[in-house]
């Protein structure tokens, strides 16, 4: 099966690897508190968590307020956090494999409201492993988990969801090309894509 889509005799990939972009500064990333006592590791899982969560990030002091609200996906040392016009558009796309908790953020003494925490709630299998370059993770554990040095996608792999966590590699998120362009067309701030 040809998943490669033909473009003006280009071929265009199908799957990008979902990060942070270029741009994002350091001093941006914010500090996650869970009030409701749960480990901010269950967003990693890629499970729906329960409504009832309750979560606050905190953005530093010294950062300019309005240039921090200027990005749409913002990082922290947990779970990543959009902003209301992300979530609007994710939601008015019906864009699938993701979970929105409601998220309080906090800069300086002000607290913005209409945040969601994006929570991937599903995996599929992404890599071609033959061409991606890993190595056990622990040394003792030759067929435990990898960390991967190279990761290359794989054109034939058919997500089972429009936004995934790679079953080979769950801090990876992939999402489907309807997606990045999506995105794109939104100039949606924070992110960029890789394939």
């Not at 960390?147 to 089972?160: G, M, P, T, Y």
């Not at 769950?170 to 997606?179: N, Y």
């Amino acid at each position: 099966m040809q998943i490669k889509i033909l473009l003006e005799g280009q071929l265009v990939a199908k799957n990008f690897i979902l990060s942070i972009s270029d741009d994002y500064p350091e001093s941006y990333w914010l500090k996650i508190k869970i009030l409701s006592g749960e480990d901010s590791g269950v967003f990693k899982e890629g499970v729906a968590v329960s409504k009832d969560i309750k979560v606050c990030f905190e953005g530093s002091k010294r950062v300019s307020a309005s240039r921090l609200l200027s990005y749409d996906f913002l990082y922290s040392d947990g779970p990543n956090l959009i902003s209301p016009r992300l979530y609007e558009l994710m939601r008015a796309e019906n864009i699938s494999g993701v979970q929105f908790v409601d998220a309080d953020l906090l800069i300086g003494e002000v607290s913005y409201a209409g945040y969601k925490v994006l929570n991937v709630i599903d995996k599929s299998p992404a890599f071609n492993l033959r061409e991606s370059i890993s190595e056990p993770l622990l040394s003792y554990m030759p067929d435990g988990p990898e960390w991967f040095s190279k990761i290359v996608l794989d054109d034939e792999a058919i997500l089972s969801s429009d936004v995934v966590r790679a079953e080979e590699d769950s801090p990876v998120i992939v999402v489907t090309a309807r997606v990045k362009s999506i995105f794109e067309n939104s100039s949606v701030r924070g992110v960029q894509f890789k394939d």
